[in-house]
């Protein structure tokens, strides 16, 4: 049974954008590799999980209580102690330094308090230039404090023969962590990366197409030829669509061999919408590709239209809920927030397809209208 006609007409468009690729073998090259390293770049470099925190101590009380709460924190993973200040204003000198993330300040009668079983207050002075690292210390000192508190209590009734349970706390928090319990921020991060490096792969990759043609002199015998645009934008589309799955496969098994972060859910479904995302991306870049005049401002657009969108409205760094009502519109029409949701149910919920399945439909949509919009301005260049 033969193919019919237009599928024919396009599998020669996809045969001729192959061999192109096929005879630049540094591209192609490029192209398996860029993804790998960029994923090593970014899976070793982005880390949201603080430790070693530098940090000093303003002893006032220099008792045995307050050296045991300085050791807690000093043996903790979180927190490095680099200094005993003995002057106060050396505080300000090491924080203004930036030599130190916090300061605890231990105020006289600290260790007579705790003893009497009565409350004693520390002081911590953060430096708030960089408010993240702020904000995530000040939770790692909170937890640690509760602990530490907690210990103290319990060593007070014992001393003093009180029943424990008539100084515990009256409500007690027993937190669990689901689908990431080691709270690894690389499990959260990896699967946004994929979907960043294949948005700005894509629309590289198609981003020349048609703006090689014009610069090659051959448009003008595309345009000539009897074949659809549609059968066009679908033949180009084919082969980058091709290879840049076999990236999706090779960034899955490089964060599987070297981060250990493997999909929960079903592969299959992952793959199946990666490749509908892949469509969106690559229509992006024939898009831009039927719109610009040269190569080099063809990438240079593919790069912002593509990259800055996708890192900073698709809620890969900044929750979308924290953005303005008019960002968050925009950013419902951009491929890559949905496809974040999705595979980020997938690797680390191992949700079902009810549970993403309204952001695969709007995926698919967008998809189809971007590649109708790269079609019609194809079709208004030729004639």
Not at 45 to 54: A, C, H, M, P, T
Not at 139 to 165: C, N
Not at 193 to 200: D, E, M, R
Request: aromatic residues 8%; contains cysteine.
């Amino acid at each position: 049974m033969r193919c019919p006609r237009a599928v024919r007409r396009m599998l020669a468009i996809a045969s001729a954008e192959w061999r192109h690729n096929y005879r630049d073998p540094r591209s192609l090259t490029v192209v398996i590799m860029l993804p790998v390293l960029l994923l090593l770049l970014y899976g070793y470099g982005v880390n949201f999980d603080l430790r070693e925190l530098k940090f000093a101590v303003y002893d006032l009380d220099r008792t045995e209580r307050s050296a045991d709460l300085v050791n807690r924190l000093a043996r903790s993973d979180y927190f490095t102690l680099t200094e005993a200040i003995e002057d106060r204003a050396r505080i300000d000198q090491l924080i203004e330094q930036g030599r130190v993330r916090f300061v605890m300040v231990i105020h006289p009668g600290f260790g007579e308090e705790l003893g009497a079983g009565r409350h004693a207050q520390v002081q911590i002075l953060l430096d708030g230039a960089d408010s993240t690292t702020a904000s995530t210390a000040l939770g790692y000192i909170e937890g640690l404090m509760r602990i530490y508190s907690a210990d103290v209590r319990v060593q007070y009734a014992t001393r003093a023969g009180i029943p424990a349970g008539r100084l515990a706390p009256p409500l007690t928090v027993e937190p669990r962590v689901l689908y990431n319990p080691e709270l690894r921020s690389v499990n959260f991060i990896l699967p946004g990366l994929i979907a960043i490096i294949l948005t700005l792969l894509a629309a590289l990759l198609t981003s020349g197409c048609i703006v090689r043609e014009r610069e090659a002199g051959s448009f003008e015998s595309l345009a000539a030829a009897p074949i659809a645009s549609l059968e066009i934008i679908l033949g180009k589309l084919l082969p980058y669509a091709i290879i840049s799955f076999a990236d999706i496969i090779l960034c899955i098994a490089v964060g599987w061999v070297l981060f250990g972060v493997v999909p929960a859910g079903d592969l299959v479904a992952l793959l199946a919408v990666s490749l509908i995302y892949l469509i969106a991306s690559l229509a992006i870049g024939l898009l831009i590709s039927s719109v610009a005049r040269t190569h080099q401002i063809a990438t240079m657009v593919a790069f912002i239209a593509t990259m800055l969108p996708a890192m900073l409205l698709s809620g890969f760094v900044f929750p979308l809920r924290s953005m303005p009502l008019p960002l968050q519109a925009v950013a419902q029409a951009l491929p890559a927030t949905h496809f974040l949701i999705v595979i980020r149910a997938i690797y680390l919920k191992g949700a079902a397809f009810a549970v993403y399945g309204p952001r695969v439909l709007a995926l698919l949509a967008i998809s189809l209208v971007l590649v109708g919009l790269s079609a019609k301005k194809f079709k208004k260049d030729l004639e």
